[in-house]
Structure formats: C-alpha cells, structure tokens
C-alpha cells in the first residue's frame, strides 16, 4: 500500500514537472525577442528546468503531493498556487542576485507564475469536478467532509447508501473491512482498500 501511494505521488509529481517545462518555455518564447538555437540554448533551458523544478519543491513543501487530485479541497488548491508563488519569489531572487541576462527576470518570473499557477489548479479542479460529475454527479461534493466508512456489512452498506443517496454533509471516499474476502471488492462504488489497521494511513492518503 505504502508503494502504491508512493508510485502515485511520484506521477502526479512527473506530470506537473513536465506541466511546469512546457510553461516555462512557452513563457520564454513569449517575452524573448531572440529565435532558434539561440531562444533553446544549454543555458535557458537549465534555468527553465531551474523554474519549473522550484515550483515543484514549493508545492511539495506545502503537502500538495499528499493529496490525490480527485481528493484535492479548495484549501488544497490554495497551498498549490501558495508553493508556485514561492518558488516563483524565489527563482526571481535568484534572477536578480545572479544578474541573469534576458529573457530572465522580474517579467519572466512573474508570468511564470501566472501560468503555473492557472494551470497546476486548474487541471486539479477541472479532474475533481469531473471526477466528481461521474462518480456522485453532484459537484457540491467539493464542500463536503471526506469520509472512511469502517465495515462493509450491513451497517456499513447502509451508512454508505445515506450518505450517497441523501444529502449529507459527508462524502464517504474508501471503505476497510477485516474480511480478506471483501477487500479490493466495491460498495456503492467505494473501493474496500484494506483492514482496519490501514486506518491512519488511508486518513492520510485520502486527507480525511
């Protein structure tokens, strides 16, 4: 399970990585008045990859890769362009103190930011509310308190069917249950992950 989430962290952290390389890049071409080998030198890019790889730690640092994307709460999206503002602050610095020539700088950083900052939240709150469209077809789920249903017997099952079936102000998200037999199986499209011990770490996973 441990392997699992770590797998997923280190996607989500490869895709906006490869996000943040092609925003930067559009952003250079943007600003730069300079084409070619010259625009795409060793030198540029080194300081692309330096951008965006800051963006990425900032991000990390406010716990953004704890949380899986369909999970992801508006305060989750707020830490996400939080850390993209501090790795922008930062590299700006950097910028500034090295005395990088063009197209480096206060107008690079800050219209790296801007795009970073749309799209890194933009594609976690677009892939919520789909996700949340197909799933539960009903996107004030946004607000709700993420839930972990203990037991998928008949209490369990029912307690899931309330809070899928009503409005609550509960999403349930994963389900655990002791019973080998049940586990990986799904209850009112809710996976059953995993025996009770696995409790703090689906907590975890799942930011409930």
């Known amino acids: 399970m441990l392997k699992t989430s770590a797998l997923k962290k280190n996607s989500l952290l490869l895709i906006d990585l490869g996000v943040m390389l092609t925003i930067q890049i559009a952003s250079i071409v943007l600003i730069s008045d300079k084409t070619g080998s010259e625009l795409f030198s060793l030198y540029n890019m080194i300081h692309v990859f330096a951008f965006a790889l800051v963006n990425i730690i900032g991000m990390a640092a406010f716990g953004v890769y704890n949380i899986i994307w369909r999970y992801s709460r508006f305060i989750d999206l707020f830490k996400c362009g939080l850390g993209i503002l501090c790795g922008s602050v930062i590299f700006c610095f950097y910028s500034i103190i090295a005395n990088c020539p ?36 009903n996107v004030k789920s946004l607000d709700k308190n993420r839930t972990l249903i203990i037991g998928a017997g008949v209490c369990g099952r029912s307690v899931l069917n309330e809070m899928t079936e009503t409005d609550t102000p509960y999403l349930p998200v994963c389900v655990v249950d002791d019973n080998p037999s049940k586990i990986g199986r799904t209850v009112e499209n809710i996976k ?3 025996p009770i011990p696995l409790v703090p770490e689906l907590c975890r996973k799942y930011n409930i």
């Open 102 to 137: 063009e197209p480096f700088g206060f107008e690079f950083s800050v219209i790296g930011f801007s795009f970073s900052c749309v799209v890194a939240v933009g594609i976690r709150l677009i892939y919520r509310v789909v996700y949340e469209t197909m799933n539960r077809s």
């Open 192 to 194: 059953i992950q995993g």
